[in-house]
T-cell receptor, first 112, second 116 residues
Framework: GAGVSQSPRYKVAKRGQDVALRCDPI?????LFWYQQALGQGPEFLTY????????KSGLPSDRFFAERPEGSVSTLKIQRTQQEDSAVYLC??????????FGPGTRLTVT | AQTVTQSQPEMSVQEAETVTLSCTYD???????LFWYKQPPSRQMILVIR??????QNATENRFSVNFQKAAKSFSLKISDSQLGDTAMYFC?????????????FGKGTHLIIQP
């Protein structure tokens, strides 16, 4: 079946612009995660949803970052007033209950 | 807070050789799960192998096996008969639950290069 998809795959934003990154999880997966992966580093946890409920947002680096999953399926990660330090690959993962996470291809965000 | 340390930024071996990637972690949790993920160049992260801390037997998946030393908090990955397609970044990861309900904590990764 279809895996986790993310769009856009690449995004270039000017500093100060708002961006929205989309994640389509595997159908039926109740858990959805967002990670930020800086160049040459491992992914870092941002936030977690179980269905439409955001159960953990402890990893969001600032109040400029906002995530939602209103119908318990597609999720959007929004970054307001982007800064250069926001440049990274943003990974989405989904899972079915307490099993391994399946990752999408990521969105590479470059802030100029 | 949990931490995961991968002390080998890069490793290079010849095709068909065996290679071991090291990982140590720090946690106060008694029950947890450890993973090795593979991230090929410009491709998405895939799970290689998973170990549940309460299981004493080391996990194996075909050419991939782990050496899990709970007391030492060590979780190394052994790749036997290495292949060119094994070239990738390898990340060790930790979660205190089943891996599907809590976020993963990753190490910085080891870049593994398989030479022909």
């Amino acid at each position: 079946g279809a895996g986790v998809s993310q769009s856009p795959r690449y995004k270039v934003a000017k500093r100060g612009q708002d961006v929205a990154l989309r994640c389509d999880p595997i159908s039926g997966h109740v858990s959805l995660f967002w990670y930020q992966q800086a160049l040459g580093q491992g992914p870092e946890f941002l936030t977690y949803f179980q269905n439409e409920a955001q159960l953990d947002k402890s990893g969001l680096p600032s109040d400029r970052f906002f995530a939602e999953r209103p119908e318990g399926s597609v999720s959007t990660l929004k970054i307001q007033r982007t800064q250069q330090e926001d440049s990274a690959v943003y990974l989405c993962a989904s899972s079915l209950g307490r099993r391994e996470q399946y990752f999408g291809p990521g969105t590479r965000l470059t802030v100029t | 807070a949990q931490t995961v340390t991968q002390s080998q930024p890069e490793m290079s071996v010849q095709e068909a050789e065996t290679v071991t990637l090291s990982c140590t972690y720090d946690t106060s949790e008694s029950n947890y799960y450890l993973f090795w993920y593979k991230q090929p160049p410009s491709r998405q992260m895939i799970l290689v192998i998973r170990q549940e801390a309460y299981k004493q037997q080391n996990a194996t998946e075909n050419r991939f096996s782990v050496n899990f030393q709970k007391a030492a908090k060590s979780f190394s990955l052994k790749i036997s008969d290495s292949q060119l397609g094994d070239t990738a970044m390898y990340f060790c990861a930790f979660t205190a639950s089943g891996g599907g309900a809590d976020g993963l904590t990753f190490g910085k990764g080891t870049h593994l290069i398989i030479q022909p």
